[in-house]
T-cell receptor
Framework: SQTIHQWPATLVQPVGSPLSLECTVE??????LYWYRQAAGRGLQLLFY??????ISSEVPQNLSASRPQDRQFILSSKKLLLSDSGFYLC???????????FGQGTRLTVV | DQQVKQNSPSLSVQEGRISILNCDYT??????FLWYKKYPAEGPTFLIS?????DKNEDGRFTVFLNKRAKHLSLHIVPSQPGDSAVYFC??????????FGAGTRLFVKA
């Protein structure tokens, strides 16, 4: 069976510090991978998606970046966090042609 | 520009009654629609979906209705149970790739 791991579950970081959130998928190959952020009243905002190793598409210009160094690994990064980067970050995967997404448990990021 | 809209931030229903959650979309290219359920501090879990070639899909207590002309879909939960209390997200996809989510509706089912 497929599983998705996302860590850490919670993170408190000072403004200006770097960020690295990691997500790995097991039990499937060549998944489409996604990073979403849940903000109050805005639902789940798609930040990045990837259809393969090294292929990253950004949906929203911002202070964050993503990388996919391996087929089942997706990393969300920032060089310098802003207060506005606080939120609940979710990693997800789909396996085409299926559209149903499977989400990780999420990371609650608080920038102080 | 919100392509998927859930205009009701919350809904309160008595146990045993029907819960109806609504969703509107603007992009006529969407061809697949999904509902997800989310508990606090957890990732959303897939609930039910419908293809644009259908107007109804049923799975146990959950039924999704799609009205393409009105660009509207709804999720019916019958009968509602206290365990159904959660945030429900409507989502839409075009070509099976990027999925756009609505803002969510928080459902309270009172015992």
């Amino acid at each position: 069976s497929q599983t998705i791991h996302q860590w850490p579950a919670t993170l408190v970081q000072p403004v200006g510090s770097p960020l690295s959130l990691e997500c790995t998928v097991e039990g499937t190959s060549n998944p489409n991978l996604y990073w979403y952020r849940q903000a109050a009243g805005r639902g789940l905002q798609l930040l990045f998606y990837s259809v393969g190793i090294g292929q990253i598409s950004s949906e929203v210009p911002q202070n964050l970046s993503a990388s996919r160094p391996q087929d089942r690994q997706f990393i969300l990064s920032s060089k310098k966090l802003l207060l506005s980067d606080s939120g609940f970050y979710l990693c997800a995967w789909t396996r085409p042609p299926n559209t149903e997404a499977f989400f990780g448990q999420g990371t609650r990021l608080t920038v102080v | 520009d919100q392509q998927v809209k859930q205009n009701s931030p919350s809904l309160s229903v008595q146990e045993g009654r029907i819960s109806i959650l609504n969703c509107d979309y603007t992009n006529s290219m969407f061809d697949y629609f999904l509902w997800y359920k989310k508990y606090p501090a957890e990732g959303p879990t897939f609930l039910i979906s419908i293809s644009s070639i259908k107007d109804k899909n049923e799975d146990g207590r959950f039924t999704v209705f799609l009205n393409k002309r009105a660009k509207h879909l709804s999720l019916h939960i019958v009968p509602s149970q206290p365990g159904d209390s959660a945030v429900y997200f409507c989502a839409a996809s075009s070509g099976g790739f990027k999925t756009i989510f609505g803002a969510g509706t928080r459902l309270f089912v009172k015992a």
